[in-house]
DNA sequence: TTCACTGCAAATCATTTGCAAGGCC
DNA sequence: GGCCTTGCAAATGATTTGCAGTGAA
């Protein structure tokens, strides 16, 4: 996933895609590991020196508002950011912390049930345990 | 739910009934609306007027430990707890923040999918929108 | 020129830790 | 006595806020 890739993709949700932005969503784009505000401000930070971690904080707000990432709120310690909003679900390892896509091959329990009470927005299906590399 | 009830149910996991540990403990079994650790202390507090928001933060602790309450990490800003441990769902609704429990009739959707890569303990189905009070 | 964006510093807030006092076996 | 529990105060760490400087349309 390329620079102009990401910027192409900022502009379909109307957000403005200043260098900061691009960098951030590119990044999201190319790392599906679901990386925390802090992952992401280490990484961009030798190649953009002056960017703040108020600005990633920033740039991840707008991001949900517009739609373009979901927040996962699957790790209580960090907030987890997801750039893949298509179906599927994740696995949280209790002993390493990483968080893993994991397709769920029922497409059933990724339809929203009817109910008069709520409307439904969006959903999060999370798995806890340990991974194959910690249980070894 | 009685004090008695909630000493009981505590002996069950093998948890020293304290006055602070039953009283959360029946608190959470008698309030069903999965409530953050400050929402138990500000309850508490007028009948144990000794009690302490760290013996809060302790004893909740010490029920995940010991699996006798789940931590929902449906609201990224508290925790919030659950002590019953049966297969349901929950809303969390964005506007006014309240968690509801969620039967979901598809008894499929609970089951741990079977996936060699990982070892899974627990797993949590999570709605969010804005319930029927909000939309008015 | 205007207005949105950025980034530093400070503030906030939930949670954890250190530790001393109290209570139970 | 010894150990577990409690609770205060301080520390920690993620996130937000205030605000002034910068840059793009």
New interface residues.
């Given amino acids: 996933m390329t620079y102009m890739q990401a910027h192409r993709y900022l502009m379909q949700f109307a957000i403005r895609p200043s260098v900061q932005r691009t960098a951030v969503m590119e990044y999201l784009m190319n790392h599906k590991t679901h990386p925390t505000v802090d992952e992401i401000y280490l990484a961009l930070s030798p190649g953009i020196p002056t960017l703040s971690k108020t600005t990633v904080y920033n740039t991840l707000n707008l991001f949900i508002e517009k739609g373009a990432v979901q ?1 996962l ?4 310690k960090n ?1 987890r950011y997801d750039a893949d909003t298509s179906k599927h679900a994740h ?1 949280y ?2 002993s390493c912390g990483k968080v ?1 896509d ?1 397709m ?3 497409p ?2 990724y339809e ?2 009817v ?18 590399n910690c ?1 070894n």
């Avoid at 709120?73 to 209580?76: A, N, P, Q, S, V």
């Avoid at 109910?115 to 194959?132: D, E």
């Fill in positions: 927040m709120t699957i790790d209580e907030a696995f390892c209790s893993y994991f769920i091959s029922k059933e329990v929203f049930p109910n008069p009470q709520f409307n439904i927005h969006s959903m999060q299906l999370s798995y806890y345990g340990t991974c194959k249980n």
